[in-house]
């Protein structure tokens, strides 16, 4: 009997379903990956002046890929110095109609490796296969296809208000999308005339710095993108650097809230891109499978390391139990663990600091009271995994209701009126996204009117599009990134 012939009549005797799937581990043959990685400053790879280089592994083996430099402060200010000089002597003065062509540039060759790109970034990151193949990468190349759109018609985009572009931007990205994040900030930041220091992740630096390659090729003039990897005191040296205009930041509300602060009365403009807390609506006329589906992919997607996961479930009380019980089972189904499956559905937890920040928030809840439920999937044994978790019999005061886990946990709790689920759903310090199920359109535009989220989808969640503007209010940030809003941040607009 095969494999899956046994597997298949085990879950048959315990009553479950029966499908199995043969493992579909996609090739890794396509990455050429490099023993070491200098930072990427002037056009060249050079080796770090701080002498210091880290390791980054797969967080789904725990195998190490490659040492990566890390940058210190004389390093970070090489790369500004090159940043500054690429803007003055040939970035400032190149019509946009050129600029267009660099990005054009980068996005076909983005497109044209996508492939090694997606399987780069799940062995970096941990993320499913298909997710990042399917939906990180050709997102990535659509961001540089739309701001290579606008680069020549930033005078009609703004009329009359001579648009001029800020000068050297540094920009600091998390590990949750990185190769995604590193095209929301580069692309609209080269589009409109600016140079840019680019600090990636410390878990995650392999698709910037393959992306510093694409950019080589695409002989975008030196200095216009410079790559400087690191830890936290990498982007701090980065935010304190005296020649620096513009300092744009995804990431943690508490790393956000050290950066306002140092930035206050510096003249450094700020855009920040911080957590969230969001509320997913179902009230009771959804049509619950598709609302299931929803809910699922708003939280399990890239394993809940969203900024604005539907992390908190609000129910109509009415439908409360028959939906509860559609979410367990179609929990069952998740399939957990290789990311470089193409059957996978959660992949494999960031790091382990992040893993045991989840673990910790998870057992706060059990202790405050909450109802646990996880399928009973088996992890691998190396690596670091946390399986797809619902909390039933959540009140609104306990930690899984107030604090972003980042992980696939999903806090659910219940409402009886629209009212109370507007309440509900605002009640929180952040204000990225929301949504909405409901069979009437009179009743989303009601919500989505007193929704405090900058992103409201209904009957749908977790879209993204580069035409789209995407950001926060309260604590979950400002500034806007993607769309016509997502240039403002990177010009100087005259009145
Ligand atoms: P951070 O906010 O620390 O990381 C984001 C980026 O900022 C990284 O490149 C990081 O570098 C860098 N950084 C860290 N400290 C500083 C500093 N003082 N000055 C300038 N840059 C700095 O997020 P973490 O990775 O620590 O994750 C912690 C929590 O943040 C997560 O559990 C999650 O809740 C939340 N988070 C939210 C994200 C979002 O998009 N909303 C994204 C990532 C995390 P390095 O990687 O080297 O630390």
């Known amino acids: 009997m095969s494999e899956i012939e046994r597997t298949a009549t085990s879950a048959l005797e315990q009553g479950q379903p029966v499908w199995e799937y043969a493992d579909a581990p996609e090739s890794t043959d396509i990455v050429r990956l490099e023993d070491r990685y200098g930072l990427f400053v002037g056009g060249e790879f050079v080796e770090p002046k701080s002498g210091t280089y880290f390791t980054t592994i797969d967080p789904a083996t725990e195998e190490p890929l490659a040492e990566i430099a890390e940058a210190g402060p004389e390093d970070v200010d090489l790369a500004v110095t090159a940043a500054r000089s690429a803007y003055e002597t040939t970035w400032l003065s190149l019509p946009g109609s050129e600029r267009a062509k660099y990005l054009y540039r980068i996005a076909r060759q983005i497109q044209e490796r996508a492939r090694e790109f997606a399987v780069l970034e799940t ?106 990897t690191g830890a936290g005191a990498t982007g701090s040296a980065l935010v304190e650097h005296g020649d620096v205009d513009k300092i744009a930041f995804t990431g943690s509300t508490e790393v956000g809230k050290i950066i306002r602060r140092a930035t206050a009365g510096t003249g450094k403009r700020l855009t920040l891109e911080l957590g969230g807390k969001a509320a997913n609506i179902v009230f009771e006329d959804a049509p619950l499978d598709q609302a299931v589906e929803g809910v699922v992919n708003g939280i399990f997607f890239n394993q809940g390391h969203v900024c604005c996961a ?107 009126t629209p009212d109370e689920a507007v309440e509900k759903a605002n009640n929180t310090p952040y204000g990225l ?63």
Request: proline share 8%; hydrophobic share 40%.
């Open 123 to 228: 062995m970096n990151g941990g993320k499913p296969i298909k997710e990042s193949r399917d939906v990180d990468l050709p997102l990535a190349a659509a961001h540089f296809f739309y701001y290579a759109g606008w680069a020549d018609k930033l005078e009609y985009a703004f009329p009359n208000r001579s648009p001029r572009p800020v000068g050297v931007a540094g920009q600091i990205i998390p590990w949750n999308f990185p190769m995604l994040m590193a095209a929301w900030k580069l692309a609209p930041a080269l589009a409109t005339g600016n140079t840019v220091v680019l600090k990636p992740a410390e878990t995650t630096p392999l698709t910037a710095l393959l992306l510093a390659q694409v950019i080589q090729e695409a002989e975008l003039p030196p200095g216009v993108v410079n790559i400087v």
């Open 310 to 416: 539907g992390s908190r479930l609000l129910v109509q009380e009415p439908v409360f139990e028959p939906l509860l019980e559609k979410l367990k089972e179609r929990l069952q189904t998740l399939r957990v663990g290789n990311p470089l499956d193409k059957n996978t559905d959660v992949g494999a937890i960031n790091s382990r600091a992040q893993l045991t920040k989840i673990e910790e928030l998870v057992a706060a809840g059990v202790e405050e009271g909450a109802e646990i439920y996880q399928p009973e999937c088996g992890l691998p044994e190396r690596g670091f995994w946390f399986r797809p978790t619902l909390f039933t019999n959540v009140s609104q005061s306990h930690r899984i209701a107030r604090e972003e886990i980042f992980g696939p946990v999903l806090s659910i709790l219940t409402f009886r």
């Open 433 to 495: 996204s929301a949504g909405i199920w409901t069979e009437k359109g009179s009743r989303i535009l009601w919500m989505a009117e007193r929704m405090n989220a900058g992103v409201v989808w209904a009957n749908t969640f977790n879209r993204f599009d580069p035409t789209s503007p995407f950001g926060g209010y309260k604590e979950s940030g400002f500034g806007r990134e993607g769309g016509l809003q997502g240039l403002e941040p990177y010009l100087e607009l005259g009145r």
